[in-house]
């Protein structure tokens, strides 16, 4: 396990369709973060789980999102109803106690 | 609030040549990072600043936490094209609550070319 792997890469989708991303963080790491990148600007924190509870959210994360981490392991972002502004670089980052390792994040287009 | 403003917002320079930015906030940071990020990936930690006034050097970049905890500046020198890229600052940001959960905030980034 090298990092943070994230699918998919690219994803299109037509406005109003549901997406889902996937982020694999590092194998010992108990701490998962998702962050939204539009462009210019740097990430912004959208969610955090340690271990399997979600512990925070972002007022960023309307009601159209929806992030889970099961056993713990892998997370999911969802995202229903699909606006044009949802169109973002969705990046993960995983943390044993400190420090990130970022994905490369799934880069979302909606048209 | 707890934003960050990083200039310059964009740099062209020659290989070779040293480079400089900063990055300020109206709140104080007990932490400040520098990250690079590559077009189409995620941002890889450069620097991590811990102290007011502490320097810290990765290479040919150097960083300094300011003694006032509202700003940093990271330094690169003798530029090269693999040098080009977006930097970020960015410091821990805490809920109304005061618990971080090492959430962070970032600037807006600086946008880096060198050219050859």
């Known amino acids: 396990d090298t990092g943070v792997s994230q699918n998919p890469r690219h994803k299109i989708t037509k406005r109003g369709q549901n997406v889902t991303f996937r982020c694999d963080p590092i194998?010992?790491?108990?701490?998962l973060y998702w962050y939204r990148q539009t462009l210019g600007q740097g990430p912004e924190f959208l969610t955090y789980?340690?271990?399997?509870?979600?512990?925070?959210k972002s007022r960023l994360l309307s009601d159209r999102f929806s992030a889970e981490r099961p056993k713990g392991s892998f997370s999911t972002l969802e995202i229903q109803r699909t606006e044009q502004g949802d169109s973002a670089m969705y990046l993960c980052?995983?943390?044993?106690?400190?420090?990130?390792?970022f994905g490369s994040g799934t880069r979302l287009t909606v048209v | 609030g707890q934003q960050l403003n990083q200039s310059p917002q964009s740099m062209f320079i020659q290989e070779g040549e040293d480079v400089s930015m900063n990055c300020t906030s109206s709140?104080?940071?007990?932490?400040w990072l520098w990250y690079k990020q590559d077009p189409g990936e995620g941002p890889v930690l450069l620097i991590a600043l811990y102290k007011a006034g502490e320097l810290t050097s990765n290479g040919r970049l150097t960083a300094q936490f300011g003694i006032t905890r509202k700003d940093s500046f990271l330094n690169i020198s003798a530029s090269i094209p693999s040098d080009v890229g977006i930097y970020f600052c960015?410091?821990?940001?805490?809920?109304?609550?005061?618990?971080?959960?090492?959430?962070?905030?970032f600037g807006q980034g600086t946008i880096l070319t060198v050219h050859p």
């Open positions: 789980f340690q271990n399997e509870a979600q512990l925070e």
């Open positions: 980052a995983s943390s044993p106690a400190s420090g990130y390792t």
């Open positions: 709140s104080i940071f007990n932490t």
């Open positions: 194998s010992e790491h108990n701490r």
């Open positions: 960015a410091g821990p940001i805490s809920n109304a609550g005061g618990t971080s959960y090492g959430k962070l905030t």
